[in-house]
């Protein structure tokens, strides 16, 4: 774990709202650990990271207030203040079929896990343009199904109903997704009733990332320490 500035080597716009930003930087990531992002003046934010090479990492940023639209300002040859890796990261150590999941901007944290298994995966989103990282989740997963809400691209519905559906026609012994809250419960409850295992990366308020300021305290977890990957 460190605390360093790095250069952004490029900006990739994933969607009208959300940018991915590649920076070099060489410390072991595992898929599933987050970053804190220092945006001098404004704030500091946890940011998963999107992609863990050797040599370049990556944070993929929708713009939703103060700090991320700051972040989104920033171009290539800027340099950003960050601490970590923090948190457990996802289990990828368990034989069995996995399937995995992103919901909005959510996939950012499962494109590492994508990347490292070639697992079938979906990725769901509200419309066709708010699905990111799709084009790079394609190059890896062996199966990648996109979920709209609106029917307005792939599956016409949400990403549970799409998992039920590709559960009933393949075993999947175990399920890994961020998204938002709501996604994440009713993977939960269809988990429990398909008898499949899950682990699911939670989003809570966050100060100082490394379990000391217990602000992402859920009852006697730290979600930055104990997650934020939970089974
Ligand atoms: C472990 C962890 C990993 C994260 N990874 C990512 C990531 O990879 N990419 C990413 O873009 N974000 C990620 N987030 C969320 C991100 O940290 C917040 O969106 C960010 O802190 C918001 O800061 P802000 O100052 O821009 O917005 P704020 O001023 O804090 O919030 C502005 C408004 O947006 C709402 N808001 C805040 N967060 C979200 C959200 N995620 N979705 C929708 N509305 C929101 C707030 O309720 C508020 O109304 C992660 C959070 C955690 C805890
Ligand atoms: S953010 Fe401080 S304990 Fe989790």
């Known amino acids: 774990m460190s605390e360093c ?3 952004i080597e490029k900006v990739i716009d994933e969607a009208y709202d959300t940018k991915t930003f590649v920076f070099e930087w060489d410390a072991e990531a595992r898929p599933g650990q987050f970053v804190m992002v220092w945006i001098p003046g404004v704030d500091e934010i946890p940011m998963s990271l999107s992609g863990i090479g050797d040599r370049c990492k ?4 929708k ?3 103060e700090a991320t639209k ?3 300002r920033l171009s290539a040859g800027d340099r950003l203040r960050i601490r970590g890796p923090y948190g457990n990261g996802f289990d990828l150590s368990s034989p069995g079929e996995k399937l995995i999941i992103g919901g909005g ?3 950012a944290a499962v494109m590492p896990a994508i990347a490292a298994t070639g697992a079938d995966a979906i990725i769901a989103a509200r419309t066709d343009k ?3 990282l799709d084009d790079l ?8 199904r996109i979920a709209t809400d609106d029917g307005s691209r792939g599956f016409h519905g949400n990403a549970v109903q799409l998992m039920r559906e590709m559960a009933s026609v393949k075993h999947y012994d175990c399920v890994l997704a961020c998204g938002p809250e709501v996604m994440l419960y009713f993977t939960y409850k269809a988990c429990q009733e398909l008898r499949i295992g899950c682990q699911l990366s939670l989003e809570r308020y ?3 990332g490394a379990g000391v300021c217990g602000c992402c305290v859920i009852d006697d977890m730290r979600v930055c320490k104990d997650g934020p990957v939970f089974d």
């Open 58 to 61: 990556s944070i993929t940023v």
């Open 105 to 107: 901007v959510g996939t």
């Open 63 to 65: 713009a939703v207030g």
């Open 5 to 7: 500035v790095v250069r």
């Open 137 to 144: 989740a394609g190059r890896f997963s062996r199966n990648l």
């Open 130 to 132: 708010d699905i990111i």
């Open 206 to 208: 966050m100060k100082c």
């Open 70 to 72: 700051a972040l989104h």
